[in-house]
């Protein structure tokens, strides 16, 4: 079954607390993405990853950071220093930069 | 600046009934432009995509798109709705930058009532 797998589907943080979210896709997409989503803003784009190994700061980027050891996976995580973090977090691949993009399920965080 | 903005934060349509979700956009060059549908608490889901060609784009569930170069715009449009078409739509479009970034507007809810 092929695809964008995020985990988990709920995540509780307490402040001060760093947390990742998790990012697996087994479509050997060569870019990655994370989004943020807030109600009535649309997404916004937080990373992104074109190849392994490198990776891009967003629209959003401050209070997070990402990683791209290997072509599957783009963990993000969340800092302390991110404000605030309560938001539906997406991740989505695309085999090229013209092509369109496929997401995950999303990772809905909240701040306890 | 690039930009995608989508006038309508809900449209409500009767089943049955032709549905036209809009969307106007703002890229430099060439726009590469995308449809999206959410429900709720899950992730986007692709309908369907413009990069060149025919104006009139066919998509999934029915759903088609007619890009307008003179008036930007690339409204999603469906001869007739479903209830289960009720869901937040989102129109994108890709960064002139190359990097496969999109740009997003703020999304329509699109309610069918039976």
């Known amino acids: 079954d092929g695809g964008i797998t995020q985990s988990p589907k709920y995540l509780f943080r307490k402040e001060g607390q760093n947390v990742t979210l998790s990012c697996e896709q087994n479509?050997?997409?060569?870019?990655m993405y994370w989004y943020r989503q807030d109600p009535g803003q649309g997404l916004r784009l937080i990373y992104y990853?074109?190849?392994?190994?490198?990776?891009q700061k967003g629209d959003i980027a401050e209070g997070y950071s990402v990683s791209r050891e290997k072509k599957e996976s783009f963990p993000l995580t969340v800092t302390s220093a991110q404000k605030n973090p309560t938001a539906f977090y997406l991740c989505a691949s695309s085999a090229h930069s013209n092509t369109e993009a496929f997401f995950g399920q999303g990772t809905r965080l909240t701040v306890v | 600046a690039q930009s995608v903005a989508q006038p309508e934060d809900q449209v409500n349509v009767a089943e049955g009934n032709p549905l036209t979700v809009k969307c106007t956009y703002s890229v430099s060059g060439n726009p590469y432009l995308f449809w999206y549908v959410q429900y709720p608490n899950r992730g986007l889901q692709f309908l369907l995509k413009?990069?060149?060609?025919?104006?009139l784009v066919k998509g999934s569930y029915g759903f088609e798109a007619e890009f307008n170069k003179s008036q930007t715009s690339f409204h999603l449009k469906k001869p007739s709705a479903l209830v289960s078409d009720s869901a937040l739509y989102f129109c994108a479009v890709r960064d002139s930058g190359n990097t496969g970034k999109l740009i997003f507007g703020q999304g329509t809810t699109l309610q069918v009532k039976p």
């Open positions: 990853s074109q190849i392994v190994n490198d990776f």
């Open positions: 479509l050997n997409h060569d870019a």
């Open positions: 413009y990069i060149t060609g025919d104006n």
